[in-house]
């Protein structure tokens, strides 16, 4: 069996492994890679050199700065912030929706604007007494618009420019995509307005997530806490400098409690020292008696938010049940007491609805609703005596925006396209840097880092790598593009960029784009060669041709991410995606070498 042979037959087997959709993407993507290397087509080194590859490194740097937009409330914040621009109307809500997206996907990849975005859309929906399912899909397709807007958008950008710079070439810059970008996107959102009300399902049956943008008014109304909850920072001149935290006595029997001193904005309970400057009183009571005792001691009232105390930059509430055969049963709580670890606070307990007695203990199905530092409930809670209502940590990303961090983490993402932009460093240089700055910084640990990184993608591109250079080493490739060339090339590039559309565009449709622009980029790059043409427009339409994924739910991870919350079925997807393919053949074919010419 000569090499050709031996690619095509991995290959072939590839297509229809990753058709078939019963194995894992990256078993057969690492199977493929080592099959290539049994047949003797590529080295052991070079089956394994994709690892190693500045594209590889590159895509993993983005996962880690995507998921630091996340943790520190950048992305819910620029949510909430669309929301309250889109108003009541659909039209505009679905405008802004899908240029938030679409942006987003420019910078940190279509799966991380689409989860970043895709609660923002439902609760706006639920809202707006609207269906998610008139938004999502218009979301998932208007991120695979945006990612042709900037070399950050998708693997598959680096991919070509890599290729580009492989043969010799300048490759692509930063900027450069946005020349078919815009009006690519334009006219994207364009086809959704227009058809998507008459072409997408009007109604979801999906199980909508919960909208915790008024938890703590949810909280306060469920466990009775009317009278609030206030959290007031300790002067300087206030008679309870130097005081022991137990001696703090507010003097108003029935109208202020106190519920605990924290040590500084941490939310952690004080303790082994004396009240100091920037301590905190935590107290229960009615609003005037609380701003009369605020006077009297020189406290700070601090208003954060809706209900005051609850919910801060560094502290917030969970509500957690007590399971059967929990190691807290028979114990005596009540609110007020600091949990055995000493940085949370029980605020309230209860019993089917009802405020447990003075003197009663717990008991299996009681609730207790707690209030301590962001990291103290995420480390605290994660206990098997415990049962947690609802994730702290995805309580703080709708409630709390614009959290710890999120300035270094802003910054840091405006160092990374700066590089980019201006080409000072490569771009596996620019996202490292940034990636180890956000770690170094300790928005990211090294934990959080490894756990942000989406590992199917990495292992595909890397392991798919070797198959292009199969193709190339075996000369598959040009055989390939010399069918390709012979069927279209005589009626000239046009043809033979349409041909080349419809190869990329229906491979998609089943692969991964990024598998298909691996395995298509030798063919591309041959058969410009042949027709004695620039590469620059082949490699940008071929782009093109790898974000029109359209026609089905495992086109994309992010078709797949909107079709439970969307409450879509195969048929969804062909419907307004057909019209999209069109679109995008029309730019690729025929708008490309208006701007890259042959």
């Known amino acids: 069996m000569t090499p050709i042979h031996s690619t095509a037959l991995v290959i072939v087997a590839t297509i229809v492994l990753f058709t078939w959709n019963r194995l894992p993407v990256v078993v057969v993507a690492i199977g493929a890679a080592l099959a290539l290397w049994a047949t003797g087509t590529v080295t052991l080194e070079q089956a394994f050199a994709g690892f190693g590859d500045r594209a590889t490194l590159f895509v993993a740097s983005l996962f880690i700065i995507s998921a630091a937009l996340e943790k520190t409330g950048i ?20 405008v802004i929706m899908m240029a938030a997206c679409a942006g987003l996907s420019a910078l940190i990849t279509g799966s991380g604007a689409v989860a970043a975005l895709m609660p923002v859309a439902v609760m706006a929906a639920v809202r707006l007494r609207q269906s998610p399912a008139q938004l999502l899909m218009p979301l998932a397709f208007a991120g695979h618009a945006g990612a042709n807007l900037l070399l950050t958008g998708a693997p598959k950008n680096i991919l070509v420019s890599e290729a580009l710079e492989d043969a010799g070439l300048p490759g692509f810059a930063f900027a450069e995509f946005a020349l078919v970008g ?33 938890h703590a008014h949810t909280l306060v109304e469920h466990y009775g806490l009317s009278d609030g909850i206030h959290r007031l920072r300790v002067r300087a001149g206030s008679a309870y400098v130097g005081a022991a935290a137990d001696a703090v006595d507010p003097g108003q029997p029935g109208r202020v409690a106190l519920m605990a001193v924290q040590a500084g904005a941490s939310g952690a309970p004080l303790k082994g020292r004396a009240i100091a400057e920037g301590d905190y009183l935590l107290l229960r009571g009615e609003a005037e008696a609380v701003a009369a005792l605020a006077a009297k001691m020189h406290l700070s009232l601090r208003e954060e938010g809706a209900q005051p105390g609850l919910f801060s930059r560094r502290s917030g509430l969970a509500e957690v049940v007590i399971p059967p055969r929990s190691a807290l049963i028979g114990r005596a709580v009540f609110p007020g007491i600091v949990t055995d670890s000493g940085d949370l606070v029980v605020l309230a307990v209860q019993r089917g609805g009802i405020d447990l007695e003075p003197g009663e203990t717990l008991a299996a199905g009681d609730t207790v609703l707690v209030e301590g530092s962001w990291e103290a409930l995420d480390l605290r809670l994660d206990n098997p005596d415990v049962l947690v209502v609802n994730s702290p940590d995805l309580v703080r990303r709708q409630a709390v925006p614009l959290g710890i961090g999120a300035g270094v983490t802003l910054t840091v993402l405006a160092c990374v396209v700066v590089m980019l932009a201006s080409g000072i460093v490569p771009p596996a240089v620019a996202g490292m840097l940034g990636a180890g700055a956000l770690i170094f910084t300790r928005i990211m640990s090294v934990d959080e880092a490894y756990r942000a990184i989406n590992w199917t993608t990495v292992i595909l591109i890397a392991a798919m790598m070797p198959l292009s250079t199969a193709m190339v080493q075996s000369g598959a490739a040009k055989v390939v593009a010399d069918l390709l060339v012979a069927a279209t090339g005589g ?8 041909g080349l559309y419809v190869l990329t565009a229906c491979l998609g449709q089943v692969m991964s784009n990024t598998a298909t622009t691996l ?11 042949g027709l004695g043409v620039s590469p620059r427009p082949v490699l940008m339409s071929l ?5 029109a994924s359209f026609l089905t739910p495992i086109a994309t991870a992010t078709n797949m991410m909107v079709m439970g919350p969307g409450g879509y079925n195969f048929a969804s997807y062909w419907k ?14 025929f708008y490309v070498p208006l701007i890259w010419r042959f």
């Open 182 to 214: 815009l009006p690519l996107l334009a006219g994207t959102m364009a086809i959704i307005l227009l058809l998507g009300k008459r072409l997408l399902p009007r109604e979801s049956g999906a199980r909508l997530p919960a909208d915790f943008s008024r």
């Open 576 to 589: 307004l995606g057909t019209p999209l393919m069109l679109w995008f053949f029309v730019m690729a074919v």
């Open 75 to 94: 992305t819910a914040w620029a949510g909430q912030y669309l929301i309250a621009r889109a108003g009541s109307g659909q039209t505009r809500l679905l």
């Open 543 to 547: 782009c093109i041709a790898g974000s």
């Open 519 to 529: 395995l298509v980029i030798p063919i591309a790059m041959a058969a410009a060669a």
């Open 491 to 498: 009626a000239g590039p046009f043809v033979f960029l349409g």
